[in-house]
Nanobody, 126 residues
Framework: EVQLVESGGGLVQAGGSLRLSCAAS????????IGWFRQAPGKEREEVAC????????SVADSVKGRFAISNDNAKSTVYLQMNSLKPEDTAAYYC???????????????????WGQGTQVTVSS
């Protein structure tokens, strides 16, 4: 089975940086989409950034564009989310997810078909 393990979350002051990691195991398909999502209490889950394994296509949400960057290391089956200039509004539980193929327009996994990690909490203080 596919397993995803996130790490790197924590408490940081506004303007600070964090780097999240998602280590994947059990992937048996060559073409997949993997991405980061976040959810704050009482709000809808939001796509943050995604990457496609097949062509390296990436996407980032407008809310984090210019501050966050996604990258992956296929050899280590690990995807990273570098978060800079963090704001209190970035506070959320962050999850990584993966699915075969995904959305060709966004490089994001299909949320309804995806495997999910357990999440890592990011809290940004004012």
């Amino acid at each position: 089975e596919v397993q995803l393990v996130e790490s790197g979350g924590g408490l940081v002051q506004a303007g600070g940086s964090l780097r999240l990691s998602c280590a994947a195991s059990g992937l048996t398909f060559a073409d997949y989409a993997i991405g980061w999502f976040r959810q704050a209490p009482g709000k809808e889950r939001e796509e943050v950034a995604c990457v496609s394994s097949s062509d390296g296509m990436t996407s980032v949400a407008d809310s984090v564009k210019g501050r966050f960057a996604i990258s992956n290391d296929n050899a280590k089956s690990t995807v990273y989310l570098q978060m800079n200039s963090l704001k209190p509004e970035d506070t959320a539980a962050y999850y990584c997810a993966v699915s075969a193929y995904g959305d060709p327009a966004t490089a994001c996994p299909r949320e309804d078909l995806a495997s999910w990690g357990q999440g890592t909490q990011v809290t940004v203080s004012s």
